[in-house]
């Protein structure tokens, strides 16, 4: 697990090895390994309480795991010592992170601060732009409608061109356009974003990703990597994922 | 990995400026605290002159100790609502994702409640010296205002984000202060009376000491362990 | 000590070493030693008042160490030291400040008295503690509550040094300290033993009690993991 490990096969972003962790007494991720490499677009399904968005807290770096090892860039990525690691990760959750009493212009700024980018004011105008809210820019997030706060919770996920995108149900509150500007993103061939999105869409998850994964209390019941079948076409995909997913009572 | 630009995220300083900028905006565009406060305090003082009857001889001995109370409580509104707002809003999850330093945040938050007690004591501290008639414009005050409005700041503020997720936050966080602030409480007061007095320096001067030496102590101690009580 | 038949343990054995030096103890302090010059038989009271003040502070001292500890390694088994040594750090400090009470109204003619540092800075140390264990009652028990009670206890044992040296620069200013503490003649030998077996017996009871407490509070948090599992079930 150490840093020098991860690092020394280039192409790998996330290592969890033996990953565990559980609030309280109650178990949420249990032993799980999992690598991501560069440029890798995962879909991760399950019911809720499955251990998706703990995944997706711990690869970000918001939770500290209570066993085992989790490098993201080769770093450990909670705490003042993943600050270099967390530089690199845009996340979208269930919440929109937010401050409702600033305008999405000032609260991208503000982000796009946090993570060093170059001209925050400019990139905020321009993804604002590309999002299509512009005549709402400087009108405080608190008036804005759900779907646009989801608009300007994306926005806040790409400032900075994160190297990788964690999405936790994206799909909430958007409209038609900004899944495809969202869909655009994810796919650019050119910046090679590595991608891991969470999703109860089978249909949105099997046609932006190229890898499944399925949780089930805590565990990885499927990988389609690991299977060995990473280029099998999109109906085949989602009729396992379908089926694994509704097995719930076995 | 081709990215369109090179971020270089900031520095501890850098951060802690941007973090305290947004404080600031945040409260100047709701103005839930700073005002609040005053009004509390400015009520805190007339409820004191009714029980204290705050005239005469034991002015001088007993104003010290009212305005410092009033300080305090009206502290506990600021303070109460410092981290209990980003965690309602989930806006604190925002920041611990991104590439800051959870010590950068602390100090960022203690810069932002001294800021609202300079604000408050602004207010209050002129309205005292009308109602009272007390000769308050010292200069050794100032400099006792700022060292306890920080010993006040950066025991309340890792309280209050220790008692941001807890049940019953609204009593803990008084119950966890009070008795921390036990040696701010004592050199504040003093070192105010000597100021009324126009005390000599060198009696003034212990005072401070013990205030400079706690904020010290508290602000090294808590920016070290701040990220304890904000992990998950 | 076997009432139940379960074997014979190092804690049974310290309990009982703690029953006998109690004894002893009480026999030398009541029995053997003088009646002090100025304060006459209330002085006795001491015996009992600076064991457990001493061992107070000793308890406050483990819950700031095994604070200390939890942060660093994040093992159960530091944080149920803390909280129990916090609980015994209250009771003998409880015990501490009911004796001085009780002394201080035949020798100070009052129950209270602002002016001694010692005391003073003994309430508000037990104050702390007691908001620490308040916190501890109100949070859910987990790891997030052991990490934000952990922080209280170290930023409540740093404060302690700073209050003490407060309030007694507060009491030299604004009162001056009576000469009646200082008076007290050197301890001598008749006075010295009884008082080092009250501490011996003191210490034993602290290891007795903190051992009994760590093994209930085991019990307590396996008995939730159960339910809790029950419960998933």
């Known amino acids: 697990m150490s840093a020098e490990r991860a690092g020394s096969s280039a192409q790998a972003i996330v290592r969890c090895a033996g990953l565990e962790k559980s609030y309280g007494q109650r178990p949420a991720i249990r032993n799980l390994d999992l690598t991501i490499n560069v440029g890798e677009r995962i879909a991760l399904f399950g019911d809720n309480g499955a251990g998706k968005s703990t995944l997706l807290q711990l690869i970000s770096g918001l939770l500290r795991p209570s066993g085992g090892g989790i490098r993201v860039f080769g770093r450990q990525p909670w705490g003042g010592e993943g600050a270099r690691a967390r530089a690199q990760i845009g996340t979208l959750s269930h919440q929109s992170h937010l401050y409702e009493e600033l305008s999405a212009r000032e609260n991208l700024a503000l982000y796009g601060r946090l993570y060093g980018v170059p001209d925050p004011q400019a990139r905020a105008d321009a993804l604002i732009a590309e999002f299509g809210l512009t005549g709402r820019r400087v009108d405080p997030v608190r008036t804005l409608s759900r779907g646009m706060t989801q608009r300007v919770a994306l926005m806040r996920a790409l400032i900075h061109h994160p190297a990788l995108l964690l999405l936790d149900e994206p799909e909430t509150g958007l409209d038609a356009t900004s899944r495809q500007i969202l869909a655009n993103h994810i796919t650019e061939q050119e910046t090679r974003v590595t991608v891991v999105l969470a999703t109860h869409n089978v249909e949105m998850g099997v046609s932006l990703t190229t890898r499944d994964i399925v949780l089930r209390d805590g565990e990885i019941i499927h990988d389609s990597v690991s299977l060995g079948e990473q280029r099998t076409d999109a109906n085949r995909r989602r009729d396992e994922v379908t089926r694994l997913v509704a097995s719930r009572a076995s | ?232 | 000590m076997s009432l139940t038949g379960r074997r014979f343990t190092v804690t049974d054995a310290i309990g009982i070493a703690a029953f006998l030096a109690m004894l002893i103890a009480l026999y030398l302090a009541i029995v053997e030693s003088p009646i002090e010059r100025v304060q006459g038989i209330h002085q006795k009271i001491f015996y009992i008042h600076v064991p457990t003040a001493l061992v107070g502070y000793i308890a406050f001292g483990v819950v700031a160490f095994a604070s200390i500890m939890y942060v660093w390694k994040r093992t159960d088994r530091w944080d149920r030291v803390a909280v129990a040594s916090a609980e015994l750090g209250v009771l003998f400090t409880t015990l501490m400040l009911a004796t001085g009470s009780i002394w201080g109204r035949p020798v100070w003619g009052a129950w209270w008295d602002w002016t001694d540092a010692r005391l003073v800075t003994s309430l508000v140390m037990w104050l702390v503690y007691v908001a620490y264990l308040m916190f501890r009652s109100l949070g859910e028990s987990g790891p997030g509550t052991y990490r934000s009670a952990a922080v209280i206890g170290i930023l409540g044992f740093v404060s302690v040094p700073l209050s003490y040296f407060s309030i007694w620069l507060w009491t030299n200013i604004l009162h001056p300290v009576p000469t009646l503490q200082s008076s007290t003649d050197r301890p001598e030998g008749s006075i010295l033993v009884p008082f080092l077996f009250g501490m011996l017996a003191f210490t034993l009871l602290y290891v007795y009690l903190m051992s009994f407490r760590m093994r209930v509070e085991e019990s307590q948090r396996e008995l939730n993991e159960l339910r809790a599992a029950q419960e998933a079930s």
């Open chain 2, 1 to 232: 990995m081709s990215r369109p630009q090179q971020a270089s995220p900031p520095g501890y300083l850098g951060q802690i400026r941007i973090l305290l900028a947004k404080e600031l905006t945040v409260e100047f565009r709701s103005r839930e605290t700073a005002i609040p406060m005053a009004v509390f305090a400015a009520a805190a003082l007339i409820a004191f002159q009714f029980s204290f009857d705050l005239r005469g001889g034991t002015l001088n001995l007993v104003a010290p100790g009212v305005l410092w109370v009033a300080i305090i409580f009206a502290s506990l509104l600021a303070l109460g609502r410092s981290f209990s707002r980003e965690v309602e809003r989930g806006s604190l999850d925002g920041l611990l994702a991104s590439p800051i330093d959870p010590g950068a945040l602390y100090l960022a938050k203690v810069s932002a409640n001294v800021i609202l007690l300079v604000v408050l004591e602004a207010v209050i501290i002129p309205l005292a010296a009308i109602l009272f008639n007390l000769q308050l414009f010292q200069p050794t005050l100032l400099l006792t205002l700022l060292l306890g409005n920080i010993g006040i700041a950066s025991v309340g503020t890792i309280l209050s984000a220790i008692s941001a997720r807890a049940r019953a936050r609204e009593a803990l966080l008084p119950i966890m202060l009070l008795p921390l602030l036990v040696p701010v409480i004592i050199a504040v007061v003093r070192a105010t009376a000597l100021a009324i007095d126009n005390g000599p320096w060198g009696d003034i001067q212990p005072w401070l000491a013990i205030l400079a030496a706690y904020d010290l102590v508290f602000l090294f101690v808590s920016s070290l362990l701040f990220y304890v009580t904000v992990e998950k």
